[in-house]
């Protein structure tokens, strides 16, 4: 009887150091990608990442994803964590996602219904509490270059509160960064101090403006991307002192063709930092 009470409170101070990094119920999960309507020569189908910026391993399993009808839901499987300051991709198809993505390991699903252009996102734990929602759009202030124009729809900081238009951008890396950090969050702060830049007008029919005003002396490189990253043209490759300067694009591509309408992206690339601009070239 003595050695069967020693067993069992070995036992519970072993399952006790076993999981007390591993948070059962937490408000801290936070909604922080989506992919609503990908591009079709790219299609994933539709996919949400969550992010766990807490210092312990989170444990959601039972929990539920939403979408703006309380009859249509997913329930996280038995033993899904979300490991600390790590993400967490819930996925509509996996032959879709992982032929687009096919180095992305931390994925669960699939789930059976689809996300809208105008819709929401919402997680609930296991006791039935909403932990986050996100009511997103397809048009100003949202982002319309998310509605199957391959970008995905990131949030800039986990800190920011993600009800908001303004505190998301569309990726700047085609097709998301599910699984992995947001490249919303290396863009436009990259840098200002150093230089100004001001593009117009936006959107634009034939030339675009650029003027800068650069603080420091170093190489400087003005390049335009189009939304699937490729390279259009380079404006600008050369040593500059500080000061203001003003140059601009054309429309053209790098071999003088005429580029079609759309949304493109201003780099520029200063010793101290890069900044991305989008632009987009209407008729």
């Known amino acids: 009887m003595k050695f069967q009470n020693i067993f069992v409170l070995f036992f519970a101070v072993s399952m006790f150091f076993s999981t007390q990094n591993i948070a059962a119920q937490s408000d801290e999960v936070v909604i922080n990608e989506i992919m609503y309507k990908s591009l079709k020569a790219f ?4 996919w949400i990442e969550l992010y766990n910026p807490s210092d312990a391993d989170l444990n959601i399993s039972g929990w539920l994803l939403k979408d703006d009808k309380d009859t249509r839901h997913f329930a996280f499987p038995a033993n899904t964590i979300i490991k600390k300051r790590d993400f967490l991709v819930i996925i509509e198809s996996k032959n879709k996602f992982t032929n ?3 180095g992305i390991e931390n994925y669960v699903g699939s789930f059976t219904f689809g996300f809208g252009t105008d819709d929401m996102v919402r997680i609930y734990n296991s006791n039935l509490q909403i932990v986050d929602s996100v009511n997103y759009k397809s048009k100003s202030p949202w982002y319309p270059e998310t509605d199957s124009l391959g970008p995905s729809l990131e949030l800039i900081s986990h800190e920011l509160d993600n009800s908001k238009a303004q505190s998301w951008r569309p990726s700047y890396v085609m ?3 599910p699984g992995r950090p947001n ?3 290396h863009t436009e702060d990259e840098g200002i101090d150093d230089m ?5 007008p936006n959107p634009a029919i034939s030339s675009i403006n650029i003027e800068f005003d650069t603080q420091v002396d170093g190489d400087l490189l003005i390049e335009v991307y189009d939304v699937l990253g490729n390279k259009v043209k380079t404006i ?3 040593y500059m002192q500080s000061g203001y300067y003003n140059s601009y ?3 053209l591509d790098e071999s003088g063709n005429p580029t079609p309408t759309g949304i493109y992206f201003i780099k520029v690339k200063s010793p101290n930092g890069i900044l991305n601009t989008k632009i987009v070239k209407s008729n």
């Open 43 to 46: 299609d994933t189908n539709d």
């Open 100 to 102: 687009v993505h096919p």
């Open 175 to 177: 097709h998301g960064t």
């Open 183 to 185: 490249s919303a969050t």
């Open 196 to 200: 100004l830049l001001n593009v117009f």
């Open 236 to 238: 600008l490759e050369n």
């Open 249 to 251: 694009w054309d429309g």
